[in-house]
């Protein structure tokens, strides 16, 4: 069964970069798919923020382009989210999940913004 | 960047039937835009009904159906039951990128 799992800090100031990663399991990345994360602010809809495929190949929203980064490592079975210089806004749970079908998602963590 | 768009709001009887639309600000949703349907309950994940326009996952349940109509992605929820009150959110492609719809709110009353 595949099984994503997302982890980093819970707080991060503003200004700094926020880190994320997503470990997949039951499923090996480089056997295709893209990968991809979504974010969510409190009480508000669903955004979707980027995704990877496991040669490194990205779609980024173009909204969030200049300050995202979505990095993928096979041998860890992993993929990394990356926002630079954040600010409140971009308090949100953030969510990793398999893109094309979007059929598997992390459990989701919430990411709070604040010094 | 495409804006998404669907009803804020609707309210459906148990055993009764309501659609929902998704609409694009660039135009006419096609199946080009691979249409997904997702369900989310407080406190929950996402969970996708419907990809690609109208296909279903193994644990969609089969009351759902995804469809085009009128130059929009639609959801059709036939025989509402209690637990299909939720948020519902399409999500359309617009060439790798994708965008989010605003949600509509479904209250099963």
């Known amino acids: 069964q595949v099984q994503l799992q997302e982890s980093g800090p819970g707080l991060v100031k503003p200004s700094e970069t926020l880190s994320l990663t997503c470990t997949v399991s039951g499923y090996s990345i480089s056997s295709g798919y893209y990968w991809g994360w979504i974010r969510q602010p409190p009480g508000k809809g669903l955004e979707w923020i980027g995704s990877?495929?496991?040669?490194?190949?990205?779609y980024y929203n173009p909204s969030l382009k200049s300050r995202v980064t979505i990095s993928v490592d096979t041998s860890k079975n992993q993929f990394s989210l990356k926002l630079s210089s954040v600010t409140a806004a971009d308090t949100a749970v953030y969510y990793c999940a398999r893109d094309n079908y979007f059929d598997y998602w992390g459990q989701g963590t919430l990411v709070t913004v604040s010094s | 960047q495409a804006v998404v768009t669907q009803e804020p709001s609707l309210t459906v009887s148990p055993g009764g039937t309501v659609t929902l639309t998704c609409g694009s600000s660039?135009?006419?949703?096609?199946?080009?835009?691979?249409p997904y349907w997702f369900q989310q309950k407080p406190g929950q994940a996402p969970r996708t009904l419907i990809y690609?326009?109208?296909n279903k996952h193994s644990w969609t349940p089969a009351r759902f159906s995804g469809s085009l109509l009128g130059g929009k992605a639609a959801l059709t929820l036939s025989g509402a039951q209690p637990e299909d009150e939720a948020e519902y959110y399409c999500?359309?492609?617009?060439?790798?990128?994708?965008?989010f719809g605003t949600g509509t709110k479904v209250t099963v009353l």
């Open positions: 660039t135009g006419a949703v096609t199946s080009g835009h691979y």
């Open positions: 999500l359309l492609s617009y060439s790798g990128a994708y965008v």
């Open positions: 690609d326009t109208s």
């Open positions: 990877i495929y496991h040669s490194g190949s990205t």
